[in-house]
């Protein structure tokens, strides 16, 4: 596609609007409210959260039944993805391509042959660790701990069965760690910049680096506590172009995409944001608040943001949705 001569709506229409991860509770009825705002905001493709360290590891199962039988029921308008083909024929049919995730290697219970199985109910990416140390290595509210065995044993199945490794929650080092075992390009779904807003949630340099450096590609994300400080008025967009602006800096714009995280908040989730405060720590997640997620209807602006900005048309179809694109196509097929 020669994106080069288009103005800004039809860049935005004609490319692949990639979410590499939305936040919905992983529960069973599934939100299908935020999966009907995502497609209607113009969204090509989403990961959805099937399951997390947060909950118990079988709960992961019914969740996906749930996702599959909703989305067979739904044909006219999504389409569950399990290769890049699915998402190509998303876009030319007007459906959004559904694909599911999952934060926190628990979901294992410690049987590497779960990755095969997640891969088969259509799991296409896992990250490794949900903000607490795990079996597969060291989460982002830890003491910065490394890969495990366990964890090392999983990046390599998950390369040859064919999911991407997620990066995302992780320590600094446990991140660096997945990028170096991985033989194919890992992701860093959706962690704003830490150079920008030191929160332990953020990713460090470094980090977006060695995921750079394995052919990846690093999702800026929409929730204001991981954007800026409270009280801060600078507008959402403006904050989401500023990570933007300096990922691609840093690693160059075709290493760079969105991963909202968006969803809606619903009680049973300020709840456990409140309760669970061994993966939400007080001090870096006010208790009970809304973490604030971004609207999911305010991300096709930042096409013109980007735009504004000088980026060019191709850098821009790519920082949407072409660069997760090529590397789902890497480790996917
Ligand atoms: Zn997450």
Not at 30 to 56: C, H, M, Q, W
Not at 188 to 193: D, E, G, P, R, V
Request: aromatic share 8%; hydrophobic share 40%.
């Amino acid at each position: 596609m020669d994106v080069t001569q288009f103005n800004v709506d039809e860049l935005f229409q004609k490319s692949i609007v990639w979410d590499a991860h939305c936040g919905m509770d992983p529960q069973v009825p599934i939100d299908v409210n935020s999966l009907e705002r995502i497609r209607k905001a113009g969204f090509t493709f989403v990961s959805t959260n099937v399951g997390y360290d947060v909950l118990p590891w079988h709960d992961t199962f019914s969740v996906i039944a749930g996702y599959r039988k909703f989305l067979s029921d739904n044909k006219d308008k999504y389409i569950l993805v399990s290769s890049v083909a699915d998402v190509l024929a998303a876009k030319r049919e007007g459906k959004l391509a559904v694909s599911m995730d999952i934060e926190g290697v628990s979901a294992l219970d410690g049987k590497i042959e779960l990755v095969e199985t997640y891969h088969r109910l259509g799991v296409r990416q896992i990250s490794f660790v949900y903000n607490k140390d795990n079996a597969g290595g060291g989460g982002c509210h830890g003491a910065n701990t490394g890969i495990t065995p366990f964890g090392r044993e999983v990046v390599r199945e998950m390369n040859r069965v064919g999911l991407l490794v997620d990066g995302t929650h992780c320590s600094p080092r446990m991140s660096i760690d997945m990028a170096e075992t991985s033989s194919k390009p890992i992701i860093i779904s959706h962690s704003n910049s830490r150079a920008l807003h030191d929160h332990p949630r953020n990713i460090w340099n470094e980090q977006a680096v060695a995921c750079a450096h394995t052919g990846g590609v690093i999702g800026v994300t929409g929730i204001r506590i991981f954007l800026t400080k409270a009280g801060d008025n600078t507008s959402d967009i403006e904050l989401l172009v500023r990570n933007i602006d300096h990922y691609c800096e840093l690693v160059g714009p075709q290493h760079v995409g969105i991963g909202t995280d968006f969803a809606e908040i619903t009680n049973a989730l300020s709840t456990r944001f409140a309760n669970a405060t061994d993966y939400w720590p007080p001090e870096h997640y006010p208790a009970g608040a809304n973490l604030g997620f971004v609207d999911i209807e305010m991300f096709p602006q930042i096409t013109a943001a980007l735009s504004a900005r000088g980026y060019s048309n191709k850098d821009i179809s790519g920082i949407l949705g072409g660069n997760f694109m090529r590397v789902a196509a890497a480790n996917w097929e």
